[in-house]
């Protein structure tokens, strides 16, 4: 017997909530990347662990966030709790590789390409660690075809991201790029969702024990939700991250204050009837004195 899937059961607000974090995680990830790359002062491993881990933790926040609102209508759903966090620390482990290696080797062909295909298969296999931490009386069965275009889209979205890590380096360019990376997460996200079926079991059964998603999810997000509010503020804190400004000096975009030379306007006459003080030192006809007047004798 098959069960009936719905995975939008709290409507747009589990999607959309999702969405966000995942752009959040990756806008963060993406400007400590930019502070690391661009300004040799920086510690660069230190930002680079800042960025990989905020990436990792807005992924694994708009996957289960996502997975509130997925619901099996013949059966409770619960959770174990060793796999959640294990799906945690893959999301953050394989993106911590991308980003290290296109943070010290660039982003060469050769380097963009295997970064992008680990990272690419490291967040295909979070998401896929996820589901398979969730208990229920059934058993999931995938569609093969599906699976294989969740995945594909995970390696362009992170390859993709990793390129606009260390070649974007403008805020507002940066926040584009993760605006387009939370969709392309959020895109994987229930692309694979929608290769699901559950084939449930005929009898009841203890294979779905476990803790339920409101008991188990809600208090695990909150650490993940805190670090990337912690991140925020150290990102607004942060004026290079913010403006841009070490971007502008390497490139010599900033624009320089131009020194205002003083005026040279021709000097007043005291009356309408005297002529101008002559301005000696200056070459100008105008400031050259002028000759006696003649005054005719009558």
């Known amino acids: 017997m098959q069960g009936t899937i719905d995975?939008?059961?709290?409507?747009?607000v589990t999607p959309l909530a999702a969405y966000i974090m995942a752009c959040l995680g990756g806008a963060l990830g993406l400007r400590c990347v930019v502070r690391s790359v661009f300004n040799e002062q920086s510690w660069?491993?230190?930002?680079?662990?800042?960025?990989a881990t905020s990436i990792g933790s807005g992924i694994w926040t708009m996957h289960f966030i996502a997975m509130i609102g997925f619901r099996v209508e013949e059966t409770p759903i619960r959770y174990d709790v060793g796999l959640t966090v294990l799906s945690l620390a893959v999301a953050i482990t394989v993106v911590g590789i991308g980003v290290f290696a296109v943070g010290y080797r660039g982003v060469d062909a050769r380097t963009l390409g295997v970064a992008g295909t680990v990272t690419g298969l490291g967040v295909a296999a979070m998401h896929y660690l996820g589901m398979a931490a969730m208990h229920l009386n059934g058993t999931i069965q995938y569609n093969t075809l599906t699976v294989a275009l969740s995945v594909l889209i995970a390696i362009v979205a992170a390859t993709s991201a990793l390129w606009a890590a260390v070649s974007i380096r403008g805020f507002l360019p940066s926040l584009g790029a993760s605006l387009v990376m939370g969709l392309a997460v959020s895109g994987m996200h229930y692309t694979g969702m929608a290769a699901v079926s559950v084939q449930?079991?005929?009898?009841?059964?203890?294979?779905?024990?476990?803790?339920?998603?409101?008991s188990l999810l809600l208090p695990m997000l909150i650490g993940p939700v805190a670090f990337l509010s912690l991140a925020g503020v150290v990102v607004m804190f942060d004026p290079l991250l913010v403006l841009g400004d070490m971007e502008a000096e390497r490139s010599g975009r900033r624009p320089r204050p131009v020194p205002r030379r003083p005026s040279r306007t021709a000097p007043r006459a005291e009356s309408l009837f005297e002529p101008p003080s002559p301005a000696p030192r200056h070459g100008e006809d105008w400031?050259?004195?002028?000759?006696?007047?003649?005054?005719q004798k009558w």
Do not use: I, N
């Not at 995975?7 to 747009?12: I, N």
């Open 7 to 12: 995975a939008f059961s709290y409507g747009a």
């Open 44 to 51: 660069k491993p230190g930002w680079l662990a800042l960025g």
């Open 200 to 214: 449930l079991h005929s009898t009841p059964g203890d294979t779905w024990m476990g803790q339920s998603p409101t």
């Open 287 to 295: 400031q050259r004195p002028r000759a006696q007047q003649h005054v």
